[in-house]
Nanobody, 113 residues
Framework: EVQLVESGGGLVQPGGSLRLSCAAS????????MFWVRQTPGKGLEWVSG????????YYSDSVKGRFTISRDNSNNTLYLQLNSLKTEDMAMYYC??????WGQGTQVTVSS
């Protein structure tokens, strides 16, 4: 069965950092484009970042560009998102996505002073 399990969220102060992980299983991880999206009650789902199958090309929304870094370890079937210089606006549930079909259950990022 396909599974995507996010972890690494937590409570941080503005300006702090977190590293999110997404452990994938049940499909050929190394052949999939991967994405991070986030959700807030007010804004719904918002695309954050994407990475191609080899990890050679990365993409970011304007709101996180320069602060977040997406990466992947195909040998370990894991997707990462490094979140630096966090703002209160970044507070959301963060989900990893494999292609258009597979989603995880999310990990909560809370940014508060």
């Amino acid at each position: 069965e396909v599974q995507l399990v996010e972890s690494g969220g937590g409570l941080v102060q503005p300006g702090g950092s977190l590293r999110l992980s997404c452990a994938a299983s049940g499909f050929t991880f190394s052949t999939y484009f991967m994405f991070w999206v986030r959700q807030t009650p007010g804004k719904g789902l918002e695309w954050v970042s994407g990475i191609n199958s080899r990890g050679s090309n990365t993409y970011y929304s304007d709101s996180v560009k320069g602060r977040f870094t997406i990466s992947r370890d195909n040998s370990n079937n894991t997707l990462y998102l490094q979140l630096n210089s966090l703002k209160t606006e970044d507070m959301a549930m963060y989900y990893c996505r494999a292609g258009a079909n597979y989603w995880g259950q999310g990990t909560q990022v809370t940014v508060s002073s």
